[in-house]
């Protein structure tokens, strides 16, 4: 698919992966439409971006504020051609731990959140006969580590959702796509739900968000069904599978849990 002039929602667009993406896909020439709770930093970096972008806020974990934006974004530019879900929110604890607030709130931004989105931009996609949704997971969807169950969980659920839908549109001319990123650098682990820290021996250095803009727009582009976003991440996943009881030994040795 050519970016050149195409219609784009970004979902958590205020910084990290979500600003990366939209600085990458409005320099492909996309008009890029920038979505988070808070406008101030939407605003600050619409103003670097080429593209003429759009503005609107959105906190994706409440339904109504999710079929808004779809909504502006085709009353604005007449249609939308790619759905980048990438809002996310974090959330570590042992799970016997987990408050139940929390894990709500985990689930509605980072399972209900693209869910609410896709099933509001679907009808619009159907009439135009085209368009993609982008489903940014995480590798913890098949391979947890501990203390980070709860969004593992979330980030599972909305894979097997993905593929669903997947097949669910198989002809329609809508594509689905998964892009899992590793560690990234960025501020979404200080931001996250839960008490506590895990103690980690390993500690790898991860990725800039830029590289993980990089792979949403290849993605975008070849409309990939899945993407990682380094060759670590997916030699990692395919040991885990092969391995699964050694990797789970080697994690639960690794990682501890401090207050």
């Not at 929390?102 to 959140?113: K, N, Q």
């Not at 097997?160 to 549109?169: D, I, T, Y």
């Not at 991860?206 to 975008?220: C, D, F, K, N, S």
């Not at 092969?242 to 030994?249: C, D, N, Q, S, V």
């Amino acid at each position: 698919m050519k970016i050149a002039e195409r219609i784009v929602i970004i979902t958590g667009a205020s910084a990290g992966i979500g600003a990366a993406t939209a600085r990458t896909f409005a320099q492909a020439g996309a008009r890029v439409v920038l979505a988070a709770r808070s406008r101030e930093p939407l605003e600050r970096l619409a103003t670097t971006l080429p593209g003429d972008p759009l503005v609107i806020p959105c906190d994706v974990g409440n339904p109504d504020q999710c079929r808004e934006l779809i909504a502006q974004t085709q009353a604005t530019c007449g249609r939308v051609d790619i759905l980048i879900n990438n809002a996310g929110v974090g959330l570590a604890g042992p799970v016997a731990e987990l408050a139940t607030p929390d894990l709500a709130r985990a689930f509605a931004v980072d399972l209900f959140g693209p869910v609410w989105l896709s099933q509001a931009v679907l009808p619009i996609m159907r009439r135009q006969g085209h368009g993609q949704i982008i489903m940014v997971s995480s590798v913890l969807a098949e391979q947890t580590l501990p203390y980070l169950g709860g969004y593992a969980a979330a980030k599972a659920a909305l894979e097997r959702m993905s593929e669903a839908l997947r097949m669910e549109l198989r002809g329609s001319g809508i594509t689905v796509s998964v892009v899992r990123p590793g560690t990234t650098r960025t501020e979404f682990s200080r931001n996250r739900l839960g008490g506590g820290a895990e103690q980690r021996r390993l500690a790898p250095k991860g990725v800039p968000p830029e590289t993980v803009a990089a792979t949403i727009l290849r993605v975008a582009q070849r409309q990939q069904r899945t993407a990682y976003v380094t060759r670590g991440d997916r030699v990692g996943i395919m040991l885990a599978r092969a391995f699964p009881g050694l990797i789970e030994r080697v994690l639960a040795r690794a990682i501890g849990w401090g207050k």
